[in-house]
């Protein structure tokens, strides 16, 4: 602005400069015109006063090299020039100033020479005999003015442009620095021109109308960042350049980043091809939906296109985690598989003893066996039914009645139902401890505390034993049952409790049993709130803990 301001008053200063000079010179030539057509007059009339009283010797003898004489006789006919030769001069009747001396007694006229650069004045006077008597005289044009004062008007040019130059820079500046000043954050404030006060005045309103603008901005952005900070699900927000503009914790936890990627390709967080597709897609299509394992986890990605005004800008990432999800699918799967399976042995083995017997191909003698495999067999489809059935009512959290219930008489029970098994095998089962009581449902605490027990026996090797041990503080109660068996290799901790899972496959069916014992002790200490956890090594035995909340 400051350069603005120079220019305009320095071209301001030069014009009126090249005005005045213009003027200046006018003026001066009109007036010196002025003077010399007086002085010309003057001179004529001494002239034509010696022609009429000595005729032509008195013009051959004036001579003068700064005007010229002319004599013309009435039919315009030179008569005498003091300049040239008469005898070869045209008819001057035509001319302006002879025709108007003739006429009105006097004539006046100016005529510019073969060029621009001269001009001639005439002045003509009517004598008493009837001739004319003209004189003129050769004066500069205002170009050759002005040339001829070049020089110092070259001079006064320059010392104007110096002065104008310095006066328009300090004046530019003064007028600059109190713009300069303005505070604009407080625009009222200011005490400036008044000129920009109505400027000021709507530049307050602009910052108050910011300033609520920003303070919802910022609210929204908190809210947006309150909300998605909070989300169990991961969110991202990248642009039509797939760049990252936002990301919630939850999306850093799942792409393994921090908040340094926003701003950056989304390629440096994850490059999976079927994510990368899935993106391409979106922003093609609309929306995209895959399903993709990260590490020890399953997500399920919703990735759909954002438009404005109908141009695609961007797109929103929605990761969700759907690994207990796929867990529990995964589960049901092979429930039912496995289900089908333990359903479908002793089945044959019924109908097959059944067809055998039908058919008469049974001796009478071994009708009592195939009769007893049939009772066998009925009796675990009976058992894997009844399981199945705690399972579902455990699964659908069905509400059972609650007491209140001594775990020591609880595992005092179950242990005496099973001593003739552990007898069988020269087992010590005993149980020890505080009385534990706990607020829950009995029937599903002994299934809890039995299926330990009767896993404990089974493989454990004759002549072992299995110890169960309960404490009891103020808030929860500690249910143990360890034995000195075959013990459980590591790597089949984390799936025991799965239903069906079974760690050696030849040996539990040596062993009989469901496969549904252990899931159906996690669903019940899950049921009444508590843990589970199982410590065991390899031919050292096994430790399984239940912890229980001693709600009322």
């Known amino acids: 602005m400051t350069s603005k301001i120079f220019r305009s008053i320095f071209v301001t200063s030069l014009a009126v400069l090249a005005a005045t000079l213009a003027i200046i010179t006018s003026f001066l030539y009109d007036y010196f015109t002025d003077i010399q057509v007086n002085q010309l007059k003057d001179e004529l009339l001494i002239a034509s006063v010696g022609t ?27 008569l005498f020039d003091s300049k040239a030769d008469e005898a070869v001069m045209d008819n001057h009747l035509d001319r302006e100033e002879i025709t108007e001396a003739f006429e009105t007694g006097k004539g006046s006229s100016s005529r510019y020479s073969a060029t621009i650069t001269e001009k001639t004045l005439y002045e003509a006077v ?21 040339l001829g004062l070049l020089y110092p008007v070259i001079i006064v040019i320059i010392i104007a442009i110096a002065i104008s130059a310095v006066l328009a820079y300090r004046m530019s500046k003064k007028i600059i620095e109190p713009l300069n000043k303005l505070d604009l954050d407080n625009p009222t404030e200011n005490d400036a021109y008044e000129e920009i006060a109505p400027l000021l005045s709507r530049i307050h309103k602009q910052n108050m109308k910011i300033e ?22 991961g969110l991202l927000l990248i642009d039509k350049s797939r760049c990252i503009l936002t990301i919630n914790s939850a999306g850093m936890m799942i792409f393994g980043t921090d908040e340094k990627c926003v701003g950056k390709d989304f390629l440096t967080i994850n490059r999976r091809h079927e994510i990368t597709s899935a993106i391409e897609k979106a922003l093609t299509d609309g929306h995209a939906e895959i399903h ?31 690994t207990e999800q796929a867990d529990v699918e995964r589960l049901r799967r092979e429930f039912t598989a496995n289900v089908s399976h333990e359903l479908k042995t002793p089945l044959q083995t019924i109908t097959g003893s059944a067809e055998l017997i039908e058919n008469g191909l049974v001796k009478q003698e071994d009708m009592p066996r195939f009769v007893g495999h049939i009772r066998e067999e009925a009796t675990r489809l009976v058992t894997l039914v009844e399981d199945i059935i705690r399972l579902s009512q455990l699964d659908e959290q069905t509400e059972l009645p609650k007491e209140n219930v001594s775990l020591f008489e609880v595992a005092s029970e179950a242990c005496g139902v099973l001593r003739d098994s552990a007898d069988k095998k020269d087992i010590t089962l005993s149980v020890s401890g505080d009385s534990g009581n706990v607020y829950g449902v009995k029937h599903l605490l002994f299934e809890v505390i039995y299926n330990l027990c009767d896993n404990g026996i089974k493989y454990t090797p004759d002549g072992g034993k299995v110890e169960v041990d309960i404490l009891e503080t103020e808030k929860e109660v500690t249910l143990t049952v360890s034995d000195n068996g075959i013990g459980i290799a590591p790597e089949h901790h984390a799936r025991i409790f799965e239903r069906f899972y079974r760690v050696d496959k030849s040996h539990s069916k040596k062993s009989g049993g469901t496969g549904l014992g252990l899931s159906i002790v996690k669903h019940a200490v899950q049921y009444h709130g508590g843990k589970i956890s199982i410590q065991s090594e390899e031919n050292k035995g096994t430790s399984v803990t239940v912890v229980l909340p001693k709600s009322e």
């Open 52 to 78: 009429e009283q000595s005729g032509e010797e008195y013009l051959e003898n004036l001579k003068s090299d700064s005007f010229r004489l002319t004599w013309i006789a009435s039919d315009g006919t030179v």
């Open 126 to 146: 009517l004598l008493s005999d009837g001739t004319v008597l003209r004189i003129s005289v050769n004066r500069a044009s205002g170009l050759t003015l002005l």
């Open 212 to 233: 609520r603008k920003a303070a919802e901005l910022n609210r929204r952005k908190d809210e947006f960042e309150l909300i998605t900070q909070n989300m169990r699900e």
């Open 292 to 322: 993709v394992r990260l590490g020890e986890k399953e997500y399920q990605f919703d990735i759909s296109r954002i438009e404005t005004d109908g141009e695609t800008v961007g797109a929103v990432i929605l990761a969700f985690d759907i």
